[in-house]
């Protein structure tokens, strides 16, 4: 079961003093506050809560409302989410089908994604500006599960989280990252588990690659300053032409590191290179940082280094990395359909509750809606829209919560899945590039 039961959720309350005695407002109903509206405790003030309250005949005054958004109510909540995290961690559940030639044990995508905060929490959440949180989230796009999750300072790094979820990773896992986590300890790291990585490649990275003319000493021994060249990529690219793909099958990453890799390089054709300098104007207007001239200077194309083995064309590879887009449609979903993203002036314990309620709700939201693409694939032949699915997914997890393990629980899912089956499709006509969706 992928809710956890009243019963853990009572013993939970009492190890985290959020119920120390019989009060007025109980587990069930502080629950029913938070999740029955997503994002209800940010988008309403104290009066308006307080006036649902009373719809279940509970009456409250707003200042013993606010007294209830304390610690212990955080740690109540940040409890039920690890609890959830854990149990469905061990579970097994249906993986989407994807076509590709290694059939890999899962394809984790990782990324971070920062919200904005009132500059009264600064302390607690500083931000490269102002005040600021930035989720860590990685998930299972085969299964929907979520594998890693961390809650950081607005202003830090990528690199740490991008270590610290390798605890949890197994052979034949597929790792696809962005920039923010492009670390050849990372790789190193991957490598050493028997799993594989994809990851997009910094514009001023140094590759080397085996020299034709390597020189020895006189006992056999190759001098290691004579034996790699520099892969000058500006002048490959002048090369090739839009739409192209070109391999290096042993490349060495770092002018100090050397480590061994793939090098896709694929040259953009004249719209999508219009799209990536788009996106690298926009990046310098909402990011901090002077982009470097070479990034502007390799706009037009892709770069993605790999451990994946020979027998995996070029092609595949590239195809693969544009599953990672799967966590922006996450995240997106997560700010504007639960209202992760939304604030107001509020104490730090109250927009905390509201944070860990929404991560409750995307971890059930995001497992439920792949299991349901599964079925609307394997039973309908129908390819079900993500974003569609966790809206509907996330409007409905109070009423799930309350019908699970009863009969209700068949009458709402069947609900949702007719909404879906009517709502739900995505826009696309056959599954995406290599075999499934895009």
């Known amino acids: 079961m992928i809710f956890c039961h009243p019963k853990e959720l009572s013993c939970i309350a009492k190890e985290t003093n959020f119920i120390q005695r019989e009060r007025k407002l109980d587990v069930k ?3 029913a506050l938070l999740f029955d509206q997503p994002g209800s405790i940010a988008k309403c003030s104290l009066t308006h809560l307080c006036a649902k309250l009373s719809k279940q005949n509970l009456s409250m005054s707003k200042q ?7 610690e212990n109510a955080v740690n109540f909540l940040e409890q039920i989410f690890l609890r959830l995290f854990e149990n469905l961690s061990t579970q097994k559940f249906s993986k989407l089908p994807i076509a590709s030639t290694i059939k890999f044990r899962s394809m984790r995508i990782l990324d971070g994604s920062s919200i904005k905060l009132p500059d009264a929490l600064q302390l607690a959440f500083p931000g490269t500006t102002g005040a600021g949180v930035k989720c860590q989230l990685e998930f299972d796009y085969l299964t929907g599960k979520l594998l890693y ?3 950081q300072p607005g202003k830090a790094g990528d690199a740490s989280s991008g270590i610290n979820r390798l605890e949890s990773v197994q052979k034949n896992d597929l ?3 962005d920039l923010g986590y492009f670390k050849c300890d990372i790789f190193r790291k991957i490598v050493e588990k028997q799993a594989y990585y994809v990851s997009r490649t910094r514009a001023d990275t140094m590759f ?3 020299s034709p003319d390597p020189r020895y000493d006189k006992n056999g021994k190759l001098y290691k300053k004579y034996a790699h060249v520099r892969l000058f990529l500006e002048d490959e690219v002048k090369t090739m032409k839009r739409g192209e793909i070109r391999e290096f099958s042993r490349v060495y990453i770092g002018k100090h590191e050397r480590m061994p890799s793939r090098l896709i390089v694929y040259r ?4 999508e290179q219009k799209r990536q300098e788009q996106r690298i104007r926009r990046r310098g207007q909402t990011k901090p940082g002077k982009i470097k001239q070479k990034a502007k200077d390799l706009a037009d194309v892709s770069i993605h280094v790999t451990n994946l083995p020979p027998k995996i064309p070029a092609s595949e590879i590239s195809d693969l990395y544009r599953y990672r887009w799967q966590i922006e449609l996450i995240f997106k979903s997560w700010k504007s359909d639960m209202d992760a993203a939304h604030y107001r002036n509020m104490k730090l314990e109250r927009w905390m509750c509201h944070l860990y309620a929404e991560l409750i709700s995307l971890l059930i939201s995001v497992l439920l809606t792949y299991q349901l693409r599964y079925y609307f694939w394997e039973e309908k032949q ?19 919560w309350q019908a699970r393990a009863s009969p209700k629980w068949k009458t709402a899912i069947g609900s949702l899945i007719e909404i879906l089956a009517s709502n739900g499709r995505k826009n696309v ?5 290599i075999g499934w969706l895009t």
């Open 175 to 177: 790792l696809l990252q």
């Open 149 to 151: 999750a961390e809650l």
């Open 64 to 70: 013993a409302l606010d007294k209830r958004f304390n």
């Open 208 to 210: 080397y690659i085996d």
């Open 382 to 400: 129908i390819i079900l829209s993500e974003m569609i699915a966790i809206r509907e997914v996330s409007e409905r997890i109070w009423v799930l």
């Open 429 to 433: 006509k056959e599954p995406g590039p």
């Open 29 to 31: 109903t502080f629950l």
């Open 268 to 271: 953009m054709t004249a719209d």
